[in-house]
């Protein structure tokens, strides 16, 4: 029992809420199977509220405490998350605890502020993200307690035996430098996000449209991810419109969900685009590699990111990118190799960015990516933790 690791996180672990805090905890689930416990919220109606009982996830059943119950279908909340899930963990830690095991992982800086002590345990912190995350909230009131709320944070962090970072070295050293002093004698262990590469690997680009019953002929971009405004879907949307005066039948699919899928709607229709631009919604792992594979290139515009997970997805399928320059873009991308950085978000830069991409051959090279196998992942993290 003492070896066993305690993941407390606010998603369900199945699939909500959608994005890099999810997708991290899948990859730990898949790695250490029921030598994981779990903590965090349900979308279930069958499941009880504020105690722990087994739960079957993928066939495997782990040792599950919901702190609460919310529905999967409101993708925004008149309350922030962050702030709601610091309350529940406040509440419930008691409970959560009395399960008996120290070795605790968390990925969610309100969860480190919720724990009671982090000096009594033995956490491994990792850090989703690098950027002070109420600087850039979709919540714009919370900007006024940022640097509290940052100070509080890394003063918490102090005490925590192992810190891990999804995000590039410039990032990294950023974020220590922030901490003025916090981290100093600290070593941050880089981290990168991890992926299946068994599911993620290419196939065949025609059969697998055939498969989605998708044009043979046409010219496809597709960008997975969080519906969200960091991640610049208006400045793709933009840039897809400036593209096509020069491509012909071309069509941009959006694979994910989020707070801004009516606004992205309301767009495209502004915009003549229904047919162009398709919101495909959120999909199954193996359903956004088909889409990935069948895609003649990926794009992103997002103005942050920790380690992309998206990214090195599409990579690992084979197919060429075209970016913005936020963290981690130039150590996935190979210059003209597997796709290009664009540095400013700038549109006539970017769909020049987009054109030379969409010659690159692929499959392209992906070796620099799929190390990052989640058959990896056990092994890598146990160099950096050691479990008591």
């Known amino acids: 029992m003492q070896k066993r690791i305690l ?63 919310f529905n999967k279908s409101k993708t925004r909340h008149l309350i922030p998350d962050r702030f709601v899930s610091f309350v529940l963990l406040s509440l419930f830690k008691k409970r959560i605890l009395k399960i008996g095991i120290n070795n605790i992982f968390l990925q969610r800086q309100e969860l480190l502020l919720a724990h009671p002590s982090s000096e009594s345990y033995n956490i491994c912190y990792c850090f989703a993200g690098l950027e002070n995350p109420l600087s850039i909230s979709k919540y714009k009131y919370a900007s006024y307690f940022s640097n509290w709320f940052e100070n509080e944070f890394f003063s918490k962090l102090k005490s925590v035996k192992t810190v891990l970072a999804s995000g590039d070295d410039m990032a990294i050293k950023d974020m220590i430098l922030r901490s003025r002093g916090a981290l100093s004698g600290k070593q941050v262990f880089k981290f990168p996000t991890r992926i299946n590469i068994n599911v993620f690997r290419p196939l065949n680009r025609d059969e697998v449209r055939i498969d989605l019953g998708l044009p043979l002929d046409a010219t496809i971009l597709v960008t997975t991810g969080r519906l969200a405004p960091l991640k ?87 197919v060429p990118a075209c970016v913005t320059n936020f963290s981690s873009a130039k150590e996935i991308i190979l210059e003209g190799v597997n796709g290009f950085v664009i540095e400013e978000h700038n549109e006539d830069s970017f769909v020049e960015g987009m054109k030379k991409s969409l010659k690159i051959p692929r499959p392209v090279k992906n070796d620099n990516v799929t190390v990052f196998d989640t058959n990896r992942m056990k092994s890598d993290l146990l160099k950096y933790w050691e479990l008591v």
Do not use: H
């Not at 998603?11 to 965090?40: H, K, T, V």
């Not at 709607?265 to 502004?270: A, K, Q, R, T, V």
């Open 7 to 69: 993941v407390i996180d606010f998603c369900n672990y199945q699939d909500y809420p959608i994005g890099g805090y999810l997708s991290f905890a899948r990859s730990l689930m898949e790695s250490f199977g029921n030598d994981i416990a779990l903590a965090g919220i349900t979308t279930s109606k069958e499941d009880p509220v504020g105690k722990w009982f087994k739960k079957e996830i993928c066939g495997v059943d782990y040792d599950f405490f919901a702190y609460a119950r």
């Open 232 to 318: 610049g879907w208006k400045f793709m949307i933009d840039c897809f419109m400036k593209l096509e005066k020069s491509i012909s039948n071309c069509s941009l699919f959006f694979i994910g969900e989020g707070e801004d899928f009516e606004k992205i709607n309301e767009y495209i229709l502004y915009n003549e685009l229904k047919t162009k631009v398709v919101l495909i919604g959120k999909k199954s792992s193996g359903d956004v590699a088909a889409y990935l594979n069948a895609a003649d290139l990926f794009i992103m515009g997002s103005f942050k990111e920790g380690w992309s997970t998206s990214l090195i997805e599409a990579i690992a399928c084979g």
